[in-house]
Protein backbone atom coordinates (compact mmCIF):
# COMPACT_ATOMS: atom_id res chain seq x y z
CA UNK A 1 0.00 0.00 0.00
CA UNK A 2 1.39 3.25 -0.83
CA UNK A 3 1.76 5.52 2.33
CA UNK A 4 0.03 8.51 0.55
CA UNK A 5 -3.05 7.70 -0.53
CA UNK A 6 -4.54 9.61 -3.87
CA UNK A 7 -7.02 11.70 -4.45
CA UNK A 8 -9.36 13.11 -1.53
CA UNK A 9 -6.76 11.26 0.78
CA UNK A 10 -4.31 13.80 -0.35
CA UNK A 11 -6.54 17.04 -0.06
CA UNK A 12 -7.59 16.07 3.05
CA UNK A 13 -3.61 15.45 4.86
CA UNK A 14 -2.89 18.75 3.28
CA UNK A 15 -5.29 20.66 5.56
CA UNK A 16 -3.62 21.23 8.82
CA UNK A 17 -6.44 22.66 10.06
CA UNK A 18 -8.79 20.21 10.26
CA UNK A 19 -9.40 18.26 13.50
CA UNK A 20 -10.91 15.39 12.36
CA UNK A 21 -12.21 14.30 16.23
CA UNK A 22 -12.86 10.54 17.74
CA UNK A 23 -13.17 8.03 14.88
CA UNK A 24 -14.52 4.73 14.82
CA UNK A 25 -13.64 2.23 12.51
CA UNK A 26 -15.77 -0.54 12.70
CA UNK A 27 -15.66 -3.96 10.09
CA UNK A 28 -15.23 -8.17 11.21
CA UNK A 29 -12.28 -9.42 11.43
CA UNK A 30 -10.23 -9.53 7.39
CA UNK A 31 -11.77 -6.37 6.52
CA UNK A 32 -8.82 -4.39 6.57
CA UNK A 33 -9.37 -2.07 9.73
CA UNK A 34 -5.62 -2.35 10.49
CA UNK A 35 -4.53 -0.84 7.50
CA UNK A 36 -6.92 1.67 7.20
CA UNK A 37 -6.22 2.96 10.63
CA UNK A 38 -3.19 2.81 9.55
CA UNK A 39 -3.69 5.00 6.68
CA UNK A 40 -6.11 7.56 8.39
CA UNK A 41 -3.19 7.99 11.18
CA UNK A 42 -0.75 8.92 8.24
CA UNK A 43 -2.89 11.14 6.62
CA UNK A 44 -4.71 13.21 9.51
CA UNK A 45 -1.34 13.02 11.97
CA UNK A 46 -3.77 11.34 14.83
CA UNK A 47 -2.93 8.45 17.33
CA UNK A 48 -4.78 4.93 17.49
CA UNK A 49 -5.84 4.25 20.62
CA UNK A 50 -5.91 0.45 20.95
CA UNK A 51 -7.76 -0.99 24.72
CA UNK A 52 -5.75 -4.01 24.00
CA UNK A 53 -2.55 -1.90 23.45
CA UNK A 54 -4.02 0.07 26.93
CA UNK A 55 -4.48 -3.04 28.99
CA UNK A 56 -1.17 -4.33 28.60
CA UNK A 57 0.90 -0.76 29.04
CA UNK A 58 -0.91 -0.25 31.93
CA UNK A 59 0.21 -3.83 33.45
CA UNK A 60 3.36 -3.74 32.43
CA UNK A 61 3.83 -0.64 33.97
CA UNK A 62 2.24 -1.65 36.78
CA UNK A 63 -0.10 1.51 37.48
CA UNK A 64 -2.80 1.74 40.14
CA UNK A 65 -5.66 0.53 36.86
CA UNK A 66 -2.81 -2.11 35.62
CA UNK A 67 -2.23 -3.49 38.72
CA UNK A 68 -6.44 -3.20 39.17
CA UNK A 69 -7.01 -5.14 35.50
CA UNK A 70 -4.09 -7.41 36.31
CA UNK A 71 -5.87 -9.12 39.68
CA UNK A 72 -8.71 -9.67 37.58
CA UNK A 73 -7.50 -11.10 34.46
CA UNK A 74 -5.81 -13.32 36.79
CA UNK A 75 -8.84 -14.87 37.99
CA UNK A 76 -10.13 -15.15 34.62
CA UNK A 77 -12.77 -12.53 34.69
CA UNK A 78 -13.45 -9.91 31.89
CA UNK A 79 -11.80 -6.55 33.09
CA UNK A 80 -14.99 -4.42 33.46
CA UNK A 81 -16.10 -1.65 31.57
CA UNK A 82 -15.16 0.77 34.23
CA UNK A 83 -12.04 -0.22 34.46
CA UNK A 84 -11.54 0.01 30.93
CA UNK A 85 -13.36 3.25 30.78
CA UNK A 86 -10.88 4.61 32.74
CA UNK A 87 -7.88 3.81 31.18
CA UNK A 88 -9.30 5.39 27.78
CA UNK A 89 -9.88 8.45 29.82
CA UNK A 90 -6.16 8.74 30.37
CA UNK A 91 -5.34 8.00 27.12
CA UNK A 92 -7.35 10.49 25.19
CA UNK A 93 -6.17 13.59 27.75
CA UNK A 94 -2.64 13.06 26.20
CA UNK A 95 -1.57 16.05 24.21
CA UNK A 96 -1.32 13.60 20.47
CA UNK A 97 -5.24 12.94 20.85
CA UNK A 98 -5.83 16.79 20.75
CA UNK A 99 -7.06 16.64 17.29
CA UNK A 100 -8.30 13.34 16.99
CA UNK A 101 -7.63 9.44 17.27
CA UNK A 102 -8.61 6.57 15.58
CA UNK A 103 -10.33 4.06 18.29
CA UNK A 104 -9.37 0.01 18.12
CA UNK A 105 -11.29 -2.36 20.31
CA UNK A 106 -13.66 0.38 22.00
CA UNK A 107 -16.35 0.77 22.55
CA UNK A 108 -17.32 -2.86 22.08
CA UNK A 109 -20.28 -2.00 23.91
CA UNK A 110 -23.18 0.07 24.00
CA UNK A 111 -22.61 0.64 27.61
CA UNK A 112 -19.14 1.65 26.82
CA UNK A 113 -20.23 3.69 23.49
CA UNK A 114 -22.80 6.11 25.90
CA UNK A 115 -19.69 6.38 28.55
CA UNK A 116 -17.54 7.40 25.10
CA UNK A 117 -20.05 9.78 23.78
CA UNK A 118 -20.75 11.65 27.42
CA UNK A 119 -16.65 11.68 27.47
CA UNK A 120 -15.67 13.53 24.61
CA UNK A 121 -17.85 16.19 25.19
CA UNK A 122 -14.95 17.86 26.79
CA UNK A 123 -12.26 16.70 24.26
CA UNK A 124 -10.25 19.39 22.71
CA UNK A 125 -12.45 21.07 20.49
CA UNK A 126 -15.45 18.84 21.51
CA UNK A 127 -16.15 17.25 18.73
CA UNK A 128 -18.52 14.02 18.84
CA UNK A 129 -17.99 9.89 18.12
CA UNK A 130 -18.42 9.21 14.49
CA UNK A 131 -18.43 5.85 13.05
CA UNK A 132 -17.30 4.75 9.76
CA UNK A 133 -18.23 0.32 9.20
CA UNK A 134 -16.33 -1.56 6.71
CA UNK A 135 -18.27 -3.99 4.36
CA UNK A 136 -16.97 -6.74 2.86
CA UNK A 137 -18.85 -9.76 1.30
CA UNK A 138 -18.07 -12.94 3.56
CA UNK A 139 -16.84 -14.62 0.79
CA UNK A 140 -14.05 -12.81 0.17
CA UNK A 141 -13.47 -11.56 4.06
CA UNK A 142 -13.32 -15.89 4.35
CA UNK A 143 -10.27 -15.88 1.66
CA UNK A 144 -8.90 -13.21 3.07
CA UNK A 145 -8.38 -14.97 6.35
CA UNK A 146 -8.06 -18.60 5.47
CA UNK A 147 -5.82 -17.34 2.76
CA UNK A 148 -2.90 -15.65 4.82
CA UNK A 149 0.46 -17.17 4.88
CA UNK A 150 3.30 -16.32 6.25
CA UNK A 151 7.12 -16.73 5.39
CA UNK A 152 8.82 -17.65 9.33
CA UNK A 153 12.72 -17.15 7.93
CA UNK A 154 11.89 -13.43 6.76
CA UNK A 155 8.19 -12.25 7.75
CA UNK A 156 7.06 -11.90 4.43
CA UNK A 157 2.75 -12.24 3.95
CA UNK A 158 0.95 -13.81 1.14
CA UNK A 159 -2.49 -14.78 0.56
CA UNK A 160 -2.89 -17.95 -1.57
CA UNK A 161 -5.96 -16.38 -3.07
CA UNK A 162 -5.05 -12.69 -3.39
CA UNK A 163 -1.18 -12.21 -2.78
CA UNK A 164 -0.22 -15.91 -4.07
CA UNK A 165 3.38 -16.59 -4.11
CA UNK A 166 4.89 -17.39 -7.74
CA UNK A 167 5.53 -20.70 -6.24
CA UNK A 168 3.02 -22.47 -4.42
CA UNK A 169 3.43 -22.20 -0.80
CA UNK A 170 6.87 -21.03 -1.14
CA UNK A 171 8.05 -17.52 -0.58
CA UNK A 172 9.44 -15.30 -3.24
CA UNK A 173 12.62 -14.19 -1.53
CA UNK A 174 13.89 -17.30 0.48
CA UNK A 175 12.10 -20.30 -0.97
CA UNK A 176 11.03 -21.71 2.63
CA UNK A 177 7.63 -23.41 3.07
CA UNK A 178 5.30 -21.00 4.22
CA UNK A 179 3.29 -21.58 7.41
CA UNK A 180 -0.86 -20.93 7.90
CA UNK A 181 -2.20 -19.87 11.83
CA UNK A 182 -3.70 -22.73 13.28
CA UNK A 183 -6.45 -20.68 13.61
CA UNK A 184 -6.96 -19.32 10.15
CA UNK A 185 -9.47 -21.65 9.61
CA UNK A 186 -13.20 -21.35 8.08
CA UNK A 187 -15.27 -22.36 11.22
CA UNK A 188 -12.84 -20.17 13.39
CA UNK A 189 -13.47 -17.21 11.37
CA UNK A 190 -17.29 -18.28 11.73
CA UNK A 191 -17.04 -18.50 15.05
CA UNK A 192 -14.99 -15.00 15.60
CA UNK A 193 -17.51 -13.58 13.32
CA UNK A 194 -20.29 -14.37 15.39
CA UNK A 195 -18.53 -13.00 18.64
CA UNK A 196 -17.97 -9.75 16.34
CA UNK A 197 -21.83 -8.98 14.97
CA UNK A 198 -23.12 -9.76 18.22
CA UNK A 199 -20.85 -7.21 20.13
CA UNK A 200 -20.61 -4.41 17.60
CA UNK A 201 -24.21 -4.34 15.92
CA UNK A 202 -25.94 -2.59 19.13
CA UNK A 203 -22.57 0.34 18.26
CA UNK A 204 -23.76 0.56 14.84
CA UNK A 205 -26.96 0.80 15.59
CA UNK A 206 -27.00 3.45 18.47
CA UNK A 207 -24.48 5.23 15.88
CA UNK A 208 -26.53 5.36 13.19
CA UNK A 209 -29.49 5.91 14.50
CA UNK A 210 -28.21 9.83 15.93
CA UNK A 211 -26.79 10.25 12.13
CA UNK A 212 -23.48 9.97 12.96
CA UNK A 213 -22.65 6.59 11.08
CA UNK A 214 -20.91 5.63 7.24
CA UNK A 215 -20.81 3.04 5.84
CA UNK A 216 -17.87 2.08 3.52
CA UNK A 217 -17.63 -0.80 0.87
CA UNK A 218 -14.08 -2.55 1.79
CA UNK A 219 -14.28 -4.57 -1.10
CA UNK A 220 -12.44 -2.10 -3.41
CA UNK A 221 -8.81 -1.37 -3.41
CA UNK A 222 -6.98 -0.13 -0.60
CA UNK A 223 -6.22 2.93 -1.78
CA UNK A 224 -9.32 3.56 -2.89
CA UNK A 225 -11.08 2.65 0.27
CA UNK A 226 -9.13 5.22 2.47
CA UNK A 227 -9.85 7.61 0.02
CA UNK A 228 -13.74 6.79 0.47
CA UNK A 229 -12.95 6.76 4.74
CA UNK A 230 -11.70 10.00 4.26
CA UNK A 231 -14.47 11.68 2.11
CA UNK A 232 -16.89 10.09 4.65
CA UNK A 233 -15.14 11.55 7.58
CA UNK A 234 -15.19 14.67 6.38
CA UNK A 235 -19.09 14.85 5.26
CA UNK A 236 -19.87 13.76 9.13
CA UNK A 237 -18.15 16.58 10.39
CA UNK A 238 -19.35 19.15 8.30
CA UNK A 239 -22.86 17.91 8.69
CA UNK A 240 -22.15 18.71 12.58
Not at 15 to 35: M, R, W, Y
Request: net charge negative; charged share 25%.
Amino acid sequence: MSTQPSGVASNAASETNFAPGPILLVGPPGSGKGTQAKAIMSAWGIPQVSTGDLLRANVAGRTELGLKAKEIMGKGELVPDDLVNQMVAVRLAAPDCARGFVLDGFPRTLAQAEWLDAHVGGFGPGLPVIAIRLKVDYTLLVRRVTGRRNCPTCGSIYNVYLQPPKVDELCDLDGTPLQRRSDDTEEVFADRLRVYEAQTEPVVAHYRAIGRLEEIDGDQPVDAVTDRILAAVERLRASG
